[in-house]
């Protein structure tokens, strides 16, 4: 699964920080802007209990998490659009990525320096916004030029481009974006491929205090972004880098102690993986027992046969059918044969629909 969540926000908000958190990478960190210049990639396991109880209940030889890609991207400034800071190189690097992870200060500290001179968390989030939303005006304009001369003619797909960029329009020169309007399934189509930068699912992730964990509603800063948020459609959490980072380190018996001294039942970037990993519209399913108790990741949406194919290319040229068990089921019920005896284990074919969840044995002939 190739799809990427990418980091974004000013300089020194603690981007890296989490990035390092999340994994492990060890991506340069410096308090001074552009420290990240070439976007670092690395790949992060997704949290899941559920393959844990999987293996409790239909034991293998090893377990194996799922995972997907963050990219930390440079910090962006003021006047990005117009080539100001990274500009292009900044804007070029989230065009390639599925999702954008929004990190913002919300923390005090006089050691550690902001572009703007001060705190003022909502101010971050539009100055990035705002960059944004200029970069795919100029973009939109650029095209509009292009498909107006097509669609004088009868070529019908210049024509619902052009409607679709002439909705886009107006918003963006609003300071909207292109992810709050709504679109038919063809403009969807039309929107994918124009690669505008707000057109993007974003999860607004506030840096906050070590103070804060235990209860990040405290925080000075964490309920207007959160706020924020939700005027748009979207999700806001709350992460202290700096802590997290320091947790990642640690193994796991220090680790709960270190989550209990702060009042923590689990560390918060598990709560960050779970929300980009849904963000970029994915979900798990399971195969279990034998050599491994594996999670695997697919687009939601997705049908059997290509299901079988992320696991191997001749699962899907060969699909024949899929045995199909929820997780909810397997653990009220305890044991595979339970299952099936209550009548819920399932025989699903090419038109299947997988679900979050679903514990899967493929058959298919080659």
Wanted: hydrophobic letters at 40%; proline letters at 4%.
């Amino acid at each position: 699964m190739s799809l990427t969540a990418g980091i974004v926000g000013l300089p020194n908000v603690g981007k890296s920080t989490l990035f390092n958190a999340i994994t492990k990478a060890g991506a340069e960190m410096a308090n001074y802007p552009f420290a990240t210049i070439d976007p670092n990639v690395g790949m992060v396991e997704v949290p899941d209990k559920r393959l844990d109880r999987i293996q409790e209940l239909i034991p293998a030889k090893k377990v194996v998490p799922t995972t997907f890609e963050f990219t930390d991207i440079a910090g962006i400034v003021k006047g990005a659009s117009k080539g100001e800071g990274l500009g292009n190189k900044f804007l070029e690097n989230i065009r390639q990525v599925d999702a954008i992870v929004h990190v913002v200060r919300a923390f005090d500290d006089d050691n550690i320096t902001t572009v703007s001179g001060k705190v003022d968390p909502l101010d971050d989030i539009d100055t990035i916004n705002l960059e944004l939303g200029i970069a795919d005006l100029d973009s939109v304009n650029k095209r509009l030029g292009k498909v107006q001369r097509a669609a004088k003619g009868n070529d019908k797909e210049a024509k619902a481009e052009l409607a679709v960029l002439e909705k886009i329009k107006p918003v963006l020169e609003d300071g909207g974006s292109v992810r709050s309007i709504d679109f038919d399934e063809d403009e969807q189509k039309i929107v994918k491929g124009l690669f505008l930068l707000t057109s993007k699912p974003v999860l607004y992730v506030a840096n906050i205090a070590e103070d804060d964990m235990a209860d990040p509603e405290n925080s000075k800063y964490f309920p207007e972004i959160k706020e924020f948020a939700a005027k748009e459609g979207a999700e806001a959490i709350a992460v202290a880098a700096g802590p997290e980072e320091e947790i990642a380190q640690l193994d796991d018996d220090e680790k709960a102690e270190f989550l209990e001294a702060e009042g923590v039942k689990e560390p918060g970037l598990n709560r960050l993986i779970r929300a980009s990993y849904k963000l970029l519209g994915l979900q798990t399913f399971f195969t279990a027992g034998g050599k491994e108790t594996r999670a695997w990741t697919f687009k939601k949406g997705t049908k059997a046969p290509q299901a079988a194919g992320i696991i191997h290319s001749d699962f899907e040229r060969g699909f024949i059918r899929a045995e199909v068990m929820a997780f909810d089921d397997l653990d009220k019920l305890e044991t595979p044969a339970a299952v099936k005896e209550a009548g819920k284990l399932r025989l699903e074919g090419k038109d299947y629909v997988m679900q979050d969840g679903d514990i899967v044995e493929f058959r298919f002939n080659v």
